[in-house]
């Protein structure tokens, strides 16, 4: 094998459809990026517990370094942890390699994700959007993909909040006074709808985990649309309007509450290999 050196760029993402009810789920990317290196010799360090898990599956040489460097605030429902364990593998593969197709990636990368603990259902569909961009539909029991629909480039604000808790330990709440109702929710779900469909999501996901629209903060702004992304902490607010983007964000840093703007994308993750 020849030495060589990887960098992986994917994205974060927000909830559309959390899987937790039902075991299918949907989410839709967005242009927050986190990148994975890979540099020959070393050891994986704190990211070894996630290179054990794929390396038991795939094989490989495991002696380099990792370095992330990363943009999505974590435990803020972005989809963080799915970001990192999809980049780590996609960056293995290529160092090794080894070819996986979209159907492999999301198989495994599902796999690692309920054995380091990093997802309670595997988070097949924040994997596949933070690999593959647009809004990606999920079978999260079978972990595959059954639709990705491409999306407007439509602007978001992303308003973080306090640090929630990790999704393996919100998974073990009792859901199933939603099961039909997310069984609903994810049948009808359309491009045309996935905005509304993702603020029903927040209401009923935020009922369990506490987290609220805080309403008092978002007086005075707007946006089109505006919800809980999932479980939480954070807020996003999407924009079709311009001139009310550029207000509402300059409102919200004089509220001191640390504004993200982004948009959702289509673009699939970034894969570049340079001789070390």
């Not at 079978?142 to 330990?169: A, D, F, Q, T």
């Not at 805080?214 to 702004?221: D, E, M, R, S, V």
Request: aromatic fraction near 6%.
């Amino acid at each position: 094998m020849g030495r060589k050196s990887v960098t992986v760029t994917v994205h974060g993402g927000i909830s559309v459809v959390s899987a937790f009810p039902c075991g299918k789920g949907a989410s839709v990317a967005l242009e927050i990026p986190l990148a994975t290196s890979i540099e020959p010799d070393g050891s994986p360090g704190e990211f070894e517990y996630i290179v054990k898990s794929i390396s038991d599956r795939l094989g490989g040489d495991v002696n380099f370094s990792i370095s992330v460097v990363s943009g999505i605030p974590e435990r803020q429902g972005l989809k963080s942890s799915s970001a990192l364990v999809g980049s780590i593998l996609l960056a293995y593969a290529a160092y090794n390699n080894i070819e996986l197709d979209d159907s492999e990636f999301l198989k495994i990368g599902s796999e690692v994700s309920l054995e380091t603990s990093l997802s309670a259902t595997g988070a097949t569909d924040d994997l596949a959007a933070s690999i593959l961009g647009g809004l990606c539909m999920t079978d999260n029991i079978h972990k595959n993909l059954e639709k990705r629909i491409p999306v407007e480039n439509i602007p978001v604000i992303i308003i973080p909040g306090m640090p929630g808790e990790r999704s393996s330990s919100f998974g073990k709440a009792d859901f199933s006074w939603l099961k039909s109702v997310y069984e609903r929710m994810y049948s009808i779900l359309r491009i045309d709808n996935m905005e509304l469909i993702a603020v029903a999501n927040g209401y009923y996901m935020g009922q369990i985990s506490g987290n609220y629209l805080p309403g008092a903060l978002l007086g005075g702004l707007n946006h089109d649309v505006c919800g809980v992304n999932g479980r939480g902490p954070s807020v996003f607010l999407v924009h079709r309007n311009v001139d009310n983007l550029s207000k509402d964000m300059n409102q919200l840093r004089r509220r001191n509450l640390d504004p993200i703007l982004t948009h959702m994308t289509n673009s699939r993750a970034e894969v570049v290999e340079h001789d070390a």
